[in-house]
């Protein structure tokens, strides 16, 4: 795998190094030695699918606050999206910044999404699907969230939401969030 950092704190591209053949390829896509050497958590629990119908499928901005908080690896297995990791982290030096990355089932590129931060996507093709790899186990009442629009962050989305649950539609913008990680 090669990690590739981003501008936040803690959060990695990660490309599969890709071994071809004649058959096509084979690739490592975990592997809890390489996250330790990178300072990342290994920690692996749970394994989570999101299947979206519809391009223009808006999920997020989720995150577990403590005494559960959560590491994700995020990938695009089928479509594409658009995937956002917002710094929700108080002490960080890239507190209340954001990236945009899109992860593709075609590029197989990956997100490693640290404690202590929002992640929420944008689907940019019908039928999209993406699979998740958690370090925690869910608890719903840890579960939080952040508004996808909240002028804090000034997301910038790189095409029009069509889809949105009423959860994330109303989450409290950031300023008025009681509780953070």
Same mark, same amino acid.
């Given at each position: 795998?090669?990690?590739?950092?981003?501008?936040?704190?803690?959060?990695?591209?990660?490309?599969?190094?890709?071994?071809p053949d004649e058959r096509g390829f084979f690739a490592r896509s975990w592997c809890q030695e390489e996250f330790e050497e990178h300072g990342l958590n290994p920690k692996l629990v749970q394994c989570n699918v999101s299947f979206n119908t519809r391009k223009g499928t808006l999920r997020g901005m989720h995150y577990q606050a403590a005494p559960?908080?959560?590491?994700?690896?995020?990938?695009?297995?089928?479509?594409?999206i658009y995937d956002v990791v917002v710094d929700l982290r108080p002490n960080s030096p890239t507190f209340k910044q954001w990236i945009g990355a899109e992860l593709t089932g075609t590029e197989r590129n990956m997100?490693?999404?640290?404690?202590?931060?929002?992640?929420?996507?944008?689907?940019?093709?019908?039928?999209?699907?993406?699979?998740? #790899?958690?370090?925690e186990?869910?608890?719903?009442?840890?579960?939080?969230?952040?508004?996808?629009?909240?002028?804090?962050? #000034?997301?910038?989305?790189?095409?029009?939401?069509?889809?949105?649950?009423?959860?994330?539609?109303?989450?409290?913008?950031?300023?008025?969030?009681?509780?953070?990680?």
């Open positions: 795998m090669n990690f590739h950092d981003t501008k936040l704190a803690g959060v990695f591209e990660i490309h599969l190094d890709a071994k559960y908080p959560e590491a994700k690896l995020v990938r695009c297995t089928r479509g594409a997100l490693y999404i640290p404690e202590g931060c929002g992640h929420g996507f944008l689907t940019l093709k019908d039928e999209t699907e993406v699979f998740y #790899q958690m370090s186990f869910y608890h719903p009442e840890s579960a939080r969230g952040v508004r996808w629009d909240d002028p804090a962050f #000034q997301i910038v989305w790189p095409a029009e939401v069509h889809v949105i649950s009423d959860r994330d539609r109303t989450y409290p913008n950031f300023e008025e969030a009681h509780c953070l990680c």
